[in-house]
């Protein structure tokens, strides 16, 4: 029986592993070696402003371990959301990182650059015709959160990486792309069914976070064959368990057994985890339903929502501490009355923690004996938050509540000064399915011939 082999480094390039889990896995001959890069978890300011949320440095360290078993080895190296959110300005960053080091190690390959940016007008354009597609999870988008947003990406499916294949790329980066894509073009371009090519992709996008105990920062290894596929780890600690590989099936999923993506669903009604040996599972009947007679993408985008000012303060007082919620409410109240109408528009917020910080303070908790406060502050400008948020604070730090028995403060500051600037702060501003004629079309691929480092 054939067999395709994948190595998934790590759970976000960037997110490291150790080196002795990567040579095993480059030992037991993988055919690719495929990472995500990218996710909207960190939020939305990564997609907004362009920047990535790993560090450069240990995204090199990671890249500069695949690219050079992958050259040796004559491999390709596949790495989708590169960059972390998957824009353009994202997919230059690792780019350019890949460009370093092939440099720097003499390195010679062909590399191909995947766009995931969308033109704001094709957006318009596909709203104004009625191929956008409302999901559950936000609202429909207007034209004008099209224009206000920074940067919007579609995550592509694994047609753009098979032509980068196919084109005789041996190294892919991507922009915005869906999470197995990356594990699973290969194999499909290879002819290995969809559904368990796409489910084993589901997995191993994260990596050692399948097994038992997980961690983000180890490698996974996959065997694709005809009828089934096998995940192993590559680190004596850790072991694939039924339950952690068919949790790990469960992970962001709004359905338990179905798993909507371009082009179609995978349906997982009829998948079984059978525990192969002490280490391994052995995943059957996934299947890939293909859309009939559409094809749809998910768009992301964000927008610029204004600046952010913080300040971190906490009281060990019980007396205001019983009585939080009603002096956030007044504190809230006096600031508006001070400043609405009168300096623009702003949002002030005030998230109080109880005992050692771990759980938001609620009344139905047991009292806790000390609290911290986090005030922040957002407005159009800098200075505009910086006004709110220091007015904030001063009046919650002199407000008068009853049984009050000091009159020099009621806050403790960790820090002085006792106020931080949070910088842009942005909110995401599309999230929905966008119809397309070709899964390759919006997604334009760039080839570069490296000699040496060397661009040629």
């Known amino acids: 029986m054939r067999e395709f082999r994948v190595l998934s480094p790590t759970a976000i390039l960037g997110y490291g592993f150790p080196a002795a889990s990567f040579e095993e896995g480059i030992r037991r001959k993988p055919h690719v070696i495929a990472v995500d890069a990218g996710s909207t978890d960190p939020g939305p300011y990564y997609l907004g402003s362009g920047k990535s949320f790993t560090d450069r440095g240990a995204v090199k360290r990671d890249m500069e371990y695949m690219l050079t078993a992958a050259m040796a080895e004559g491999i390709p190296v596949i790495v989708g959301s590169a960059g972390g959110a998957g824009a353009d300005s994202h997919l230059t960053w690792n780019v350019e990182i890949v460009k370093e080091i092939a440099k720097e190690k003499g390195l010679s390959f062909k590399m191909a650059e995947i766009s995931a940016q969308m033109d704001k007008n094709l957006v318009k354009k596909k709203l104004d015709e009625g191929k956008l597609v409302q999901m559950k999870a936000a609202p429909m988008p207007t034209a004008k959160d099209i224009e206000d947003s920074t ?87 850790r072991k694939c368990t039924t339950t952690s590989v068919a949790a790990h099936t469960l992970y962001e999923k709004s359905d338990p057994a179905r798993l909507p993506g371009p082009g179609g669903t995978l349906d997982l009604t009829q998948t079984t985890f059978e525990q192969a040996s002490d280490s391994t599972v052995i995943v059957r009947g996934s299947r890939f339903i293909p859309d009939n007679g559409s094809y749809h993408v998910k768009l992301e985008a964000a927008k610029l929502l204004g600046h952010r000012t913080v300040s971190f303060a906490a009281t060990a007082d019980p007396i205001m501490i019983s009585q ?130 060397a661009v040629s």
């Not at 997980?214 to 694709?224: A, E, P, R, T, V």
């Not at 923690?353 to 005030?375: D, H, L, M, R, V």
């Open 151 to 237: 940067n919007i990406v579609a995550q592509m499916g694994h047609e753009p990486i098979i032509a980068a294949l196919e084109a005789g790329a041996q190294v892919i980066l991507t922009g915005r792309a869906y999470d197995p894509t990356v594990f699973a073009a290969l194999a499909i371009k290879e002819g290995y069914d969809a559904g368990l090519a796409l489910h084993m992709g589901k997995i191993l996008e994260c990596a050692a976070i399948a097994s038992t105990p997980g961690s983000g920062s180890d490698c996974m290894f996959g065997y694709l064959r005809d009828d089934c596929f096998e995940l192993a780890t590559l680190n004596s600690v």
């Open 324 to 453: 939080l919620d009603g002096i956030v409410k007044a504190v809230k109240e006096r600031v508006h009355n001070n400043f609405d109408n009168t300096i623009g528009e702003f949002f002030l917020d005030f998230k109080v923690y109880g005992q050692n910080g771990a759980s938001f303070y609620s009344k139905n908790q047991n009292q806790p004996t000390e609290a911290a406060i986090i005030i922040e502050a957002i407005a159009e400008t800098p200075q505009l938050a910086d006004t709110i948020c220091s007015f904030a604070r001063s009046t919650l730090l002199h407000f008068g509540y009853e049984g009050r028995k000091s009159t020099a403060g009621n806050l403790a500051f960790p820090f002085s000064p006792s106020d931080f600037h949070g910088g842009a702060v942005y909110e995401f501003s599309l999230y929905c399915l966008m119809a397309v004629d070709n899964p390759c079309k919006h997604f334009p691929m760039k080839i570069y011939d490296l000699k040496e480092g």
